[in-house]
């Protein structure tokens, strides 16, 4: 059975520092993944009349992994694709005596359940009719929770300095930067707030609607990653590896009941059929940087951050 991986190098180096290097290798198993996170389509079929469609065959495709799901509608006219994986997909509908359907530019996205309804005409099955969703304009008219998607495509067009998913946290209503530990602090015998397991990338301390930090939750692919010791994150993947995030606020599902504030939701991207790449350095020096206003001189710094990502089919 045919496996798609993405595949994610990062280095990155400081003057009068050594060279730090990761490699980290996510294998995207579509019934692990649908386990561990995702979202779900769900709708009902009926006639012009209102009348529903009993038995109607459907047929979900996730549009880059060629990934196929399929059902049938129920005898109340309903069906639903529960626990996909992030991504886009089209699905056909066909019926005896009906023209077949076809909707597409669907997006799942992570804790999204979309709505889609379908109203079939009668005519020959030779017919279809296609239906093209607008990107932007989808509306979740069933989940409860409260949070916004960042995707990977506006986390790379915002320059962000150190390359963190974890700094664009507080752009969503409700949530404020802020930690009420101290260097000093003591959490527990022989450990201090000074230890940030994070290094030098900003650990996601956030205060979501008053909470404090280590009522948050932090999710990778599903799998807990919250650093117990300063309520943070204890995994920051790469940028270029991340498909999307998201910040539920309020509201959201029983299974994240372990925690009171907010959580922080990541899927990373998977491999698609075609092997696909990309590489990067972003660095900054002493020659880019302008003079502080009290400051007679310019002092010397040195930032590189380089590595790629790649994925595709095993």
Known sequence: MRRNAAIEVKLSFHQNAPVSSSVRIARSNTSLLRAATGGSISGAITDRSGAVVV?????????AQQTTYNTVSDKQGFY???NLPVGHYDIDIAAIGF????KTGLSVDADSALRINASLEIGTRSDVV???SEAGVQVDTTATHLGE???GDQMTAIPLNGRSYTDLLAIQPGVAPISTLLPSS??????TGGLDPSGDANPGNLSINGQRESSNGFLVNGIDVQEHM???TSVIPNLDSIEEFRVLTANFDPEYGNYNGGIVT??????TNRFRGKAFEFFRNTNLDARGYFDRTRAPFNQNQFGGAIGGPI
Do not use: D
């Open 55 to 63: 038995g109607a065959a459907l047929k979900l495709v996730n549009t």
């Open 80 to 82: 639903t694709f529960p």
């Open 99 to 102: 023209n077949a359907q076809r």
């Open 130 to 132: 296609v239906v093209t």
């Open 149 to 151: 998607v960042v995707s």
């Open 186 to 191: 003591v959490i527990m015998a022989g450990v």
């Open 230 to 232: 300063n309520g943070g």
């Open 266 to 271: 990541v899927v990373s991207k998977s491999g």
